[in-house]
């Protein structure tokens, strides 16, 4: 098993200077797979990129805030993410997957090793579709533990997708902007949809998956980051995806962070991006 090369020497410092509490909301740990192994069934196997990595990253960067969102190639394993946590559990939350075996003493557990919230795959290539029957059991859950759901989705889901998202009982959280395709613009149906969505006073919507909607510069992305911003400015939030699971291109997170300014355009705004937001969400403090 190879180990994620992680050589800061070689990666640039942003030129845009993250504010103080600044929280990557959306971020992984992958292994290492010595200690808790990949999941038997996976659509991918990724490079071990372990905690050590992570807060490595997030020192050179300037962040001083991470959520670890579980990846699908650990399955419902939730150790390396809980083991990330308790690393430094003040400055460090989590998302979930969880299974229909899962009792109330797991969601406790899991509750009581940072995490907020439970993520749910519409992705294709990563795997079924959930079950909608646990999916519906598990917001019942959700709505007893305060937590929200993360829905991961392609663009073409989300008009398929949008009456489900109305009817949810608990706060959900869109990853990637939706992955529309940016070069579409922002008249394309899907992401006319995202915005009527975005309008319902529970959801929330990551402006970071830039390098999955556009290629580098990431120029066309801009529009579409800025314009969700500008629509629910207090319910957005920003993430590195380090280390990018199945990517398309090698992204520097430096040029990820040097977008920020181009779409959350004054410190206000910034500031409830980077800073506020998460911390509503997640319970820093």
């Known amino acids: 098993m190879t180990v994620h090369a992680l050589d800061l020497t070689k990666r640039r410092k942003p030129n845009f200077k993250l504010p103080p509490g600044t929280c990557d909301a959306h971020c992984h740990v992958f292994g290492p797979a010595s200690r808790f192994p990949y999941v038997e069934g996976r659509r991918y196997t990724p490079e071990d990129a372990p905690k050590e990595a992570l807060a490595a990253l997030h020192a050179h960067l300037g962040i001083e805030r991470t959520v670890i969102v579980q990846a699908s190639c650990h399955?419902?394993?939730?150790?390396?993410?809980?083991?990330?946590i308790a690393s430094n559990p003040?400055?460090?939350?989590?998302?979930?997957?969880?299974?229909?075996?899962?009792?109330?003493?797991?969601?406790?557990?899991?509750?009581?090793?940072?995490?907020?919230?439970?993520?749910?795959?519409?992705?294709?290539?990563?795997?079924?579709?959930?079950?909608?029957?646990?999916?519906?059991?598990?917001?019942?859950?959700?709505?007893?533990?305060?937590?929200?759901?993360?829905?991961?989705?392609?663009?073409s889901d989300i008009i398929p997708l949008s009456?489900?998202?109305?009817?949810?009982?608990?706060?959900?959280?869109?990853?990637h902007m939706g992955r529309v395709d940016a070069k579409d613009g922002v008249d394309q149906p899907p992401f006319k949809a995202l915005l009527e969505i975005a309008r319902l006073p529970g959801c929330w919507i990551k402006v970071c998956g830039s390098e999955r909607i556009s290629m580098p510069p990431y120029d066309l992305a801009v529009p579409i980051a800025r314009k969700i911003v500008e629509t629910?400015?207090?319910?957005?939030?920003?993430?590195?995806?380090?280390?990018?699971?199945?990517?398309?291109?090698?992204?520097?997170?430096?040029?990820?962070?040097?977008?920020?300014?181009?779409?959350?355009?004054?410190?206000?705004?910034?500031?409830?991006?980077?800073?506020?937001?998460?911390?509503?969400?997640?319970?820093?403090g």
């Open 90 to 155: 003040t400055r460090i939350k989590g998302v979930a997957i969880v299974a229909p075996s899962f009792t109330d003493a797991d969601y406790r557990k899991l509750h009581d090793g940072g995490v907020r919230g439970v993520r749910f795959n519409f992705v294709k290539h990563l795997g079924d579709p959930p079950d909608m029957g646990f999916f519906n059991a598990t917001m019942a859950r959700l709505k007893e533990l305060g937590w929200h759901v993360v829905l991961h989705m392609y663009g």
């Open 232 to 284: 629910i400015p207090d319910r957005v939030l920003w993430g590195t995806d380090f280390p990018h699971p199945n990517p398309t291109h090698e992204a520097d997170e430096a040029d990820l962070v040097d977008l920020v300014p181009k779409f959350a355009v004054d410190a206000a705004t910034q500031k409830k991006l980077l800073v506020d937001n998460p911390a509503q969400l997640y319970g820093f």
């Open 75 to 84: 399955g419902s394993d939730n150790r390396a993410m809980l083991d990330a």
């Open 163 to 175: 009456d489900m998202m109305r009817k949810l009982p608990v706060p959900f959280v869109i990853d």
